[in-house]
């Protein structure tokens, strides 16, 4: 019997397909170890198995300890490894991406190095949010005046919807209990997509730094997907939530998202989204043939060559 240190890697395509996967794990609390390819989490109530290759995403909130061997079998699974806040609330550091490819972040990284690429995927973003309307030709000014009209539109909507009375947005960073109800949902279903899309663009092996929209942030392009699902999945789930009162808005919120999510099948729709914003096709893809990883050295002439060899004084092109 092989040892875990001599067990080959599986390849791309032998795991099993992240859109059939659950799509998160979360734990905390306990200790997770492994036990064959599976992954345990033992707390005082005993050891449960959790099959790795059935794992999207594993979130690891407080408490939780992890063994070198459970990491292992995952990362050969394929599964994302995420170390959040209680929860799943925050987001706070993240293993190897589920993709071995570098198509989608060189693709990310060619759209925002040029100007007029970057801002035809803002024009595009703001298009996936608001279909009714055409923002050719805006420019980025007029796209964040635009933006602003229609946030303050479907927080008047949402407030006739559910009888939840709505002032203005009222956000306090240090004080969360500040806020009225509906601006305790409304923060609190952000922070949980924040968290959301940060796992998705993580997973995709993004850079989450590049963002389009907003700028200057290590997260700039996490925010630029959660905004995305603003208006239709996390201000009604938040006005939801107040609707059933002021006590323990941000659970409810929580739950309310989660539900949406499953629902909406949200996740897939996410990684389709990114993909068509970044004009990405699959054709960057560095899975060669039976599924294994293929590196490529770059050439002149964006001629690209196999790796695994010295090419001395050839000229191929």
């Not at 063994?67 to 994302?80: E, K, R, Y």
């Not at 420019?139 to 009209?149: H, K, N």
């Not at 303050?152 to 002032?167: F, I, N, P, Q």
């Not at 963002?211 to 700039?220: A, I, K, W």
Request: charged letters at 25%.
């Amino acid at each position: 019997m092989a040892t875990v240190g001599r067990r080959a890697a599986a390849t791309p395509r032998e795991l099993t397909r992240v859109g059939d996967r659950i799509s998160f794990v979360y734990l905390e609390r306990c200790v997770v170890h492994r036990d064959d390819n599976a992954i345990t989490a033992e707390d005082a109530d005993g050891v449960t198995h959790i099959p790795s290759a059935t794992i999207g995403t594993l979130l690891l909130g407080p408490g939780t300890r992890i063994t070198h061997q459970a990491m292992t079998v995952l990362g050969d699974s394929g599964a994302g490894v995420v170390w959040v806040g209680e929860h799943g609330v925050r987001f706070y550091a993240g293993g190897r991406a589920l993709t071995r490819s570098s198509g989608l972040v060189e693709a990310q990284a060619l759209a925002w190095a040029s100007p007029r690429r970057r801002l035809d995927v803002a024009r595009a973003m703001y298009r996936l949010r608001f279909p009714d309307e055409d923002p050719s030709g805006h420019t980025r000014q007029e796209l964040l005046s635009m933006e602003g009209r229609r946030l303050k539109r479907c927080y008047r909507d949402e407030s006739a919807r559910t009888g939840v009375s709505w002032h203005r947005r009222d956000y306090h960073r240090d004080d969360f209990s500040a806020g009225d109800a509906p601006n305790q949902g409304v923060t609190a279903a952000a922070q949980c997509m924040y968290g959301i899309a940060h796992a998705v663009v993580a997973a995709l092996g993004c850079s989450p730094g590049l963002g389009f929209v907003h700028s200057g942030h290590e997260r700039s392009f996490v925010l630029d997907i959660a905004d995305l699902y603003k208006t239709d999945v996390a201000i009604p789930a938040a006005f939801d939530a107040a609707s059933e009162g002021v006590e323990d808005v941000a659970a409810r919120t929580r739950r309310a998202l989660r539900d949406r999510i499953n629902q909406g099948r949200l996740l897939d729709r996410c990684v389709q989204d990114i993909k068509d914003l970044l004009g990405y096709d699959g054709t960057r893809d560095t899975s060669g043939e039976g599924g294994s990883d293929r590196v490529t050295l770059q050439s002149d002439h964006s001629v690209e060559l196999e790796g695994g060899r010295n090419y001395d004084s050839e000229i191929i092109w």
